[in-house]
């Protein structure tokens, strides 16, 4: 069973298209994230919920839009795409614990998005 | 959060072991170091911490200064698939659970 899954895998669009990643996670946790890893291989946090509501929001332009059903989904809608949203995109998994409690983070194998 | 700094990349002959330090000389007293690793084209995995006391489980060993203020992280016997950028950072762990990953140290075994 795949602990954090991600569709599609690849995802290839024309500029000003609006598309959405879906992310699912079976491991029961309560937080989930976004991560953007652009072409110098560079990751970068976007978004984080905790028990689906948002908690971090790094400098992310508003096209991008996180959406939580439920603590086991997190969504990603990308708007008007820019040439510049290529990259590759994680979704990310942990269990929210106590100061002190290590809580790692489980990462999906990402969506490649390539904006044409 | 600290920041760290990673050789940009190291080699390493297959069997032996891999050593890959990080600096990270503005640590506080409650920070964590973690170490992942990202092989091309997957996820980042997740391979130890510790906060002060060396640290041991299947994958690696994790060795902290007693100033705290660098880290080496150790295969014992580097395998062809130990190949992959490996991540030091450190974080508060209850900061809202985000992870700034540096540039990495890029590993390669070779046979």
């Known amino acids: 069973d795949t602990a954090v899954s991600q569709t599609p895998k690849y995802l290839v669009t024309q500029m000003g298209n609006d598309k959405s990643i879906k992310c699912e996670q079976n491991l029961g946790h309560d937080t989930m994230y976004w991560y953007k890893q652009d072409s110098k291989k560079f990751l970068k946090i976007m978004f984080s919920?905790?028990?689906?509501?948002?908690?971090i929001n790094e400098t992310v332009p508003n096209r991008f839009s996180p959406k939580s059903p439920d603590k086991a989904h997190l969504n990603l809608h990308i708007n008007s795409l820019e040439l510049g949203d290529s990259a590759v995109y994680f979704c990310a998994s942990s269990q929210s614990g106590l100061a002190g409690v290590y809580n790692e983070q489980f990462f999906g194998p990402g969506t490649r998005l390539t904006v044409l | 959060d600290a920041k760290t700094t990673q050789p940009t990349s190291m080699d390493c002959a297959e069997g032996r072991a891999a050593n890959l330090p990080c600096n990270h000389s503005t640590i506080s007293g409650n920070e964590y170091v973690y170490w992942y690793r990202q092989i091309h084209s997957q996820g980042p995995q997740y391979i130890i911490h510790?906060?002060?006391n060396n640290e041991t489980n299947e994958m690696a060993s994790l060795i902290i200064t007693e100033d705290r203020k660098s880290s080496t992280l150790i295969l014992p016997h580097a395998t062809l698939r130990d190949t992959a950028v490996y991540y030091c950072i450190v974080r508060v762990t209850n900061t809202g659970n985000q992870f700034y990953f540096g540039t990495g140290t890029s590993l390669t075994v070779i046979p």
């Open positions: 919920y905790n028990n689906k509501e948002l908690i």
């Open positions: 510790g906060l002060k």
